[in-house]
């Protein structure tokens, strides 16, 4: 097995679950934001917001951005 310093087994298992977690929001957002309508510059806006800001931005739009849809 690689040894990668302190980082055992289940350290590398309990990030990748974390990264994952933050990784799967994110992409549900952009995808629903891509397929859906929206008023004016709305999708942009969405669309930057949870890119930049990810985890926050992909909960920003499921409590506030699904509302605005068309």
Sequence with gaps: ???LGM????????ILIAVFLGIIPTII???D???S???GNNKIVWVLVVLFINLIGA???FTIGRKQKI
């Design 1 to 3: 097995m690689i040894n």
């Design 33 to 35: 934001i891509l397929k």
């Design 7 to 14: 980082i055992g087994p289940w350290q590398i298992i309990l």
């Design 37 to 39: 309508k929206f008023d």
């Design 59 to 61: 909960i920003l739009y």
């Design 29 to 31: 957002a952009l995808i």
